[in-house]
């Protein structure tokens, strides 16, 4: 059998679309506290986003991700297992020795996923960002507000994912797709370098020796705990990434990655960058 296998990318399409239909109300709450103001805690936000906009509040922005996480889950999930098998059989001829994994291997097929996933992912959490955050609260008071912001209020700034792209495209030109890509790379190399090691040795460790192939409670449990492990380090450069996306709506207040991180911690500490 090659290397290359595409059940990777198709196990990646699906698990992607589920992501999206099942987290994104819970994602658009996460954004909202993160870049948003006036929101105080998750029950709050919860409960003004229903007051102010209803149940649709909740899935604003879903349809870009819908449509293009599933792919960007599948390319890297598919880029980071057929990178790990290509260095495994490249290191051990042998068929056998295939399903031993090595942490030099594990530890640059993450890499090199983190990356492909910035390449993709930058421009559609940009998109997803903008339409979730339009019609947030903003503060008018010792904000240096862009032209028109005062009249917007909380009116929508975009009219949808095609309308928000072309707006970045024609005001920001089209670097500013990719607006907080440095920090989605810091977010992003080590945040799958602590998903994809721990679970692929968590779910050989639990798998029992007898089973030939993957056992659906291994991979759960596996895949959870990593996935606690990886955004439990990864959020505070996730809190930078959607403030340095978020910003551009109404208002320019970031100069940069560092820049963001200071007023942050400035004004909120370090408890802020630990919340949802």
């Known amino acids: 059998m090659g290397s290359f296998q595409l059940e990777d990318f198709a196990a990646g399409w699906i698990g992607g679309a589920a992501s999206v239909i099942i987290g994104h109300p819970l ?9 948003g103001v006036n929101y105080g805690n998750t029950l709050s936000c919860i409960r003004t986003v229903y007051r102010r906009e209803s149940v649709f509040g909740f899935f604003k922005g879903m349809s870009f991700p819908l449509a293009s996480i599933a792919v960007y889950n599948s390319v890297v ?19 056998e020795a295939s399903r031993s994994h090595t942490l030099s291997d594990l530890l ?15 421009p559609v959490d940009l998109i997803k960002i903008r339409l979730q955050m339009q019609t947030q609260p903003f503060r008018e008071a010792n904000l240096a507000l862009k032209p028109q912001a005062v009249a917007l209020g909380n009116q929508p700034v975009y009219q949808g994912p095609v309308h928000c792209i072309a707006t970045i495209v024609r005001t920001e030109g089209l670097a500013g797709m990719y607006r907080g890509v440095g920090a989605m ?29 993957p056992n659906p409670c291994a991979v759960w449990l596996a895949g959870g705990m990593a996935g606690a ?42 408890k802020q960058k630990h919340s949802l």
């Open 77 to 95: 999930f598919g880029v980071f297992s057929n990178t790990q098998r290509f260095l495994s059989q490249h290191h051990c001829k042998e068929p």
């Open 27 to 35: 994602d658009t709450v996460k954004t909202r506290l993160q870049a």
């Open 108 to 122: 640059l097929a993450s890499m090199v996923a983190g990356v492909v996933s910035v390449g993709l992912g930058a």
């Open 185 to 213: 790379l810091l977010r992003d190399v080590p945040g799958y370098c602590l998903y994809f090691i721990p679970y692929v040795f968590l779910n050989d460790w639990i798998t029992p020796e007898a089973c030939t192939g």
């Open 229 to 270: 492990i990886s955004w439990g380090t990864a959020t505070p450069m996730d809190v930078v990434k959607s403030r340095l996306q978020a910003d551009g709506v109404y208002l320019n207040k970031y100069k940069g990655v560092l820049d963001c991180i200071s007023q942050s911690y400035q004004k909120e500490g370090l």
